[in-house]
């Protein structure tokens, strides 16, 4: 039992109930890094298999209904049936990301290639994209572009953004009503000496000039070391151009590592943003963008939502009345301790109870284990797949 005040316990947990984090399909698979992929047995073979893995995540921890799809990393020829497949598992298929960065004539950029050709194929990859929303029925298409150049000179940095802004212009213009582009940005890598959306401010341009349904990504791991990320939350929440987030967590650059694992602290600073600014449930995207080379893959994913699970709860606690008269007063330390007391709560009991209420396993992991469900798709499944990286 949780010890919190009955008004407040109830407070955080019908927010919390509201909560939705979606999981990548990519995290299901083999992945690894550049020098080597670490195979673990029983991984999804094919898209159907990555969507059941989702859906054990969901069952488990209730919080997590959709599974984002990659292009052409799960690719299939008829993505309504994929759909259906997911709504029988009881799950739905949610982003679809555009996957713009491994083919060799990407070499020198995608939609910002100095041939017209190239940024010809590319964009036709974006609106080939979203004929596939249409068919799986997702709201969102998250773009993420690998495009930039190793040395100075290379190409021009204007002219770049503007084959940029074209693609993006186009792409925007065959989205539907209900349809939204998500631009995410990334420092560096591949690109080492100029990334064509290395920053926030970079995407928030790009969307702004597109409109109301173009929006900013915010993957964790894509800033430098320091970077205030909850500043870039409020900003862009302030400016109703923050779409999602990819979380992960980040030891020294694109890491990909479970998110609030390498720093809790930070998950929790932006969590409170968020709730703050009253966006929990206001049409956020709440995705992870993670690999699990080491760990085991579907209990990794559980973690995950449970720390984003954990950090949103402390968010919630965050006395907001006594914080603002902190800050109003002046009392430096009182307003940073009131933001500490709700950090140092441990609110596991609070997430037992609220499982609890919901027919979960309070402990989802140790349910999970006990499912049997790994040792039953490492008996049936022989030969996973590869997330996408090299294959
Ligand atoms: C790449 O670094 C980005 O995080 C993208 O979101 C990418 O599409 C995803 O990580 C799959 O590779
Ligand atoms: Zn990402
Ligand atoms: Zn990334």
Known sequence: MSDLAPETATRVSVALRAQRIETASWAYANSGTRFKVFAQEGVPRDPYEKIADAAVVHRFTGV???????IPWDKVDDYADLARHARELGVV?????????????YKLGSVTNPDPAVRRKAIAHLIECVDIMDATGSRDLKLWFSD????????????????????????YARLGDQQR?????????????????????TAYLHCVALGDRAQVVIDTGHHAPGTNIEFIVAMLVRAGKLGGFDFNSRFYADDDLMVGSADPFQLFRIMHEIVLADELDKGIAFMLDQCHNLEPKIQAVIRSVLNVQEATAKALLVDHAALKAAQDAGDVLEANAVLMDAYNTDVRPLLRDLRADLGLDPD????????????????????????????
């Open 93 to 105: 298929l949610g982003t679809i990301n555009a996957n713009v960065f491994q083919d060799d004539d």
């Open 364 to 391: 989802p992991i140790a349910a999970y284990k006990r499912s049997g469900y790994l040792e039953k798709v490492k008996a049936e499944r022989v030969g996973g797949t590869q997330a996408g990286w090299g294959a």
């Open 148 to 171: 930039g150049t190793n040395y100075p000179g290379q190409d021009d940095v204007r002219t770049r953004q503007g084959r940029l802004a074209d693609a993006l212009a186009e792409t």
């Open 181 to 201: 582009m998500l631009l995410e940005y990334k420092l560096f890598e591949p690109a080492f000496y100029l990334t064509d959306v290395p920053d926030w401010g």
């Open 64 to 70: 997590a209904p959709s599974v984002a799809l990659h």
